[in-house]
């Protein structure tokens, strides 16, 4: 059993002037994540990627499926076993100076958790916790405590974020984006720090649109594009044998340093802008070389969450069947001029219109989207 | 001779004192050329290219020229530069997504802008529609608001509008940043097809991202803190940067293909120095490997092989001794022990991390 399971997780956002359109922006997604992994998860702006991690973070809820930490069913969690789940599973944000509050002192976020968390520890105690935590992070204590937000440089203020997370048992760590605003320089000693503790067995979900910073890090990787998983897998076999056309296509836009952007020679452009709407080129199946047999199927195979649960037995919790629920008042989210359908559908008609394409392994660990 | 730009120094009123962001900036560029502009946040690249263009309440000229075809801007005077905003200088700001009126539709916005120059739209609408479908915008886009525009939408509508009276300098301040890769590539294309079908005649584009310029630029040139580190075509510099730092910067990029456990890259151990009183000699001589005494003088930014200028006395030393290249800062780097005062270079420095040596850029021999 693998440590977190995102079962079947779909999110349909309210959209439109009156909250009369319905967006999914997650369509029944699922993939694990191990102890001691890092799990890229890549896609374009408006892919729903933060909104995965906000549902893994219990921030949001899905529309429909479930996410399971060890085990149980984090939806069904009341607000005291909440407390318990953000012991081990934390996150970290793309702007670290938004994280802090200005008016405050910076290691006020550290003592936040230890007046919910630690109010027994004594004084002792905690001052080496602490010490061992920023030590984990290669900060010198001098350097960042009784200091403001603005005292920090960005990569300071982000490593202090992933020391709170340390000084909780931390299990599981949900970076969103947390390098990119960060210059080369620092970026880098925060990378190598994440790969530090994931050797030290920390699960990693990095969320990235970067995807020579996601193939650096990660051991697996999945691609997303428009609220679907394209493409997934082992990271070099996902990057060295790239399958499905988009994750192809965001390969070849990617920056080299020592190696020019091929143009196609007739002086036109080469790249057209591949945003989130539907560029042609991208529309039909995959080719051939993907069969499509049954054995194959990820939705059949034991690596398939839902598969694992099953066969071990373990009582727990399947993914809640589809439907309405109470919670879809959330506003605002994706463009207006990607409306879905019209007024007056269900989610689960929505969910049920767009349903996800089938993945097939095209080699061990290294699934791909066939038809879409 | 399209910019030439001697000696220019910019500084920021604060409330503790001028803070000199641009300290002592010279270079030029060529019709036709797109220079890069690269550096840590904080170095004042785009305090460089604002000051080409408009001078904000708190930034002071304090000296220097900037000529532009011949003809001395008068950048320090906000009122006397307005003839030759658009005209002959033009910027795409930071941030230029939100950089457009939310109130105006893109192409009401396009014609008041125009009429503050004393064009009238109607001459130029045509071109205006021309170029909107160049970069792949919708016809339609001139009667959107800029909130019913996904970002890459707005950058290029910036893109298109900051370049309508053909400008001969544009300054593109951090143009693919905020975007992903797919956009990005496009947008950096369309960078280069405007100098090509002559819609400007020069570029700077600033950017923190060196493998977007090895993409587009013709030449790079890499600050820090305020001064100049070294300026060389951009083949030069990507394989055969000279400068310490540039070699530090080029090495802390993971590039696609690499991964964490073939070979970990290096980060810069420190910080930039405070501008509000920089050291005196080289600046970035606390977080350089090679630093030595001469190191407290400043030095020189002069050119050590043609069109390739560095300020750095190690390599000034080195070619003047005869060696043919001499630095590799990243293996430099690793082996020195990490700084003292908590800023080591993070992972880099783990015990866990296998002692690789990071072979620099462009594969350089060792000496």
């Known amino acids: 059993m693998s440590m977190l399971e995102v079962r079947e997780v779909s999110k349909v956002y309210k959209t439109g002037t009156f909250g009369g359109d319905l967006l999914p922006a997650l369509r029944h997604v699922s993939f694990d994540i191990d102890q001691g992994q890092v799990v890229s998860l890549i896609g374009q702006s408006g892919s729903g990627k933060s909104t995965l991690g906000k549902i893994i973070l219990r921030l949001t809820s899905p529309s429909a499926g479930a996410v399971v930490f060890e085990g149980k069913d984090v939806g069904t969690w009341s607000k005291s076993q909440l407390r318990d789940y953000y012991r081990h599973v934390q996150g970290v944000f793309q702007d670290p100076f938004s994280s802090y509050n200005p008016l405050y002192k910076a290691d006020r976020v550290l003592e936040m958790v230890r007046s919910v968390y630690f109010p027994d520890v004594r004084a002792r105690e905690w001052e080496s916790k602490l010490r061992s935590a920023l030590e984990a992070v290669s900060l010198n204590p001098a350097d960042v405590l009784n200091k403001f937000p603005h005292q920090l440089s960005g990569g300071q203020q982000q490593r202090l974020l992933i020391a709170r997370a340390l000084l909780l048992e931390v299990r599981l760590l949900i970076a969103d984006e947390i390098i990119s605003m960060l210059d080369a320089s620092t970026r880098v000693d925060v990378l190598n720090l994440l790969v530090d503790l994931k050797r030290k067995g920390l699960g990693v979900l990095f969320i990235t649109h970067d995807l020579s910073l996601g193939n650096y890090i990660s051991d697996r990787t999945v691609i997303l594009r428009k609220g679907v998983i394209v493409e997934m897998g082992d990271t070099r076999k996902v990057f060295g044998n790239a399958q499905h056309p988009y994750t192809k296509s965001l390969l070849t836009a990617v920056p080299h340093l020592h190696q020019k952007w091929q143009s196609n020679g007739s002086g036109a452009r080469a790249h057209s802008v591949v945003e989130g709407e539907r560029p042609t080129d991208l529309e039909g199946p995959v080719g051939g070389s993907v069969a499509l047999g049954e054995s194959r199927r990820y939705s059949k195979s034991p690596l398939h969450p839902q598969n694992a649960a099953a066969s071990e037995a373990s009582g727990a919790q399947g993914p809640r069947a589809g439907g309405a629920r109470p919670s879809l008042m959330e506003g605002g989210g994706p463009r207006w001029n990607r409306r879905f359908s019209p007024g007056g559908r269900t989610v689960a008609e929505v969910l049920a219109a767009a349903p996800a394409p089938e993945l097939v392994e095209y080699e061990p660990d290294h699934f791909v989207a066939v038809g879409y | ?367």
């Open chain 2, 1 to 367: 001779m399209s910019l030439r730009v001697e000696n220019l120094k910019v500084a920021y009123r604060t409330l503790r004192g001028d803070v000199t962001a641009v300290d002592g900036v010279s270079f030029s560029i060529q019709d036709g050329e797109i220079m890069g502009l690269a550096g840590e946040s904080g170095c004042g690249k785009s305090t460089l290219g604002n000051s080409l263009v408009y001078m904000e309440g708190r930034m002071k000229h304090l000296d220097g020229t900037v000529e532009l075809d011949g003809q001395r801007l008068p950048i320090s005077d906000n009122r006397a530069m307005d003839q030759y905003r658009m005209r002959q200088v033009s910027i795409i700001p930071q941030f230029a997504m939100s950089a457009l009126n939310p109130t105006r539709k893109i192409g009401r916005m396009a014609a008041d802008l125009l009429r503050s120059r004393g064009v009238a739209y109607k001459d130029i609408e045509e071109e205006f529609r021309r170029r909107i479908a160049l970069v792949d915008l919708p016809e339609d886009v001139t009667e959107r608001y800029p909130f019913e525009l996904s970002g890459g939408m707005r950058q290029r509508a910036t893109m298109v509008i900051s370049t309508l009276l053909d400008p001969s300098l544009l300054i593109g301040d951090e143009v693919t940043s905020a975007l992903d890769v797919s956009t990005q590539r496009a947008v950096g294309e369309m960078l280069t097809e405007f100098r090509d079908r002559g819609f400007v005649k020069s570029m700077i584009v600033i950017t923190h991202d060196l493998s977007i310029l090895a993409q587009i630029a013709d030449s790079i040139l890499v600050m820090y803190a305020g001064k100049l580190a070294e300026k060389a075509d951009a083949d030069t510099i990507v394989n055969k940067s000279l400068h310490p730092y540039t070699q530090l910067l080029l090495a802390s990029l993971p590039e696609v293909g690499l991964r964490y456990d073939d070979a970990p890259l290096v980060g810069i151990a420190g910080r930039p120095p405070s501008l509000f009183n920089p050291p005196a000699g080289c600046r970035f001589r606390e977080r350089c490997p090679f630093a030595m005494q001469q190191c407290t003088q400043e030095p020189p930014f002069v050119e050590v092989r043609p069109g390739h200028h560095v300020a750095c006395w190690k390599v000034h030393d080195d070619l003047a001794s005869g060696q043919e290249r001499v630095l590799d800062a990243a293996s430099a780097a690793l082996a020195r022990p990490p700084a003292a005062g908590g800023s080591a270079t993070g992972g880099a420095a783990a015990p866990a991390a296998p002692a690789t040596t990071v072979s620099p850029p462009g594969g350089a021999a060792q000496p």
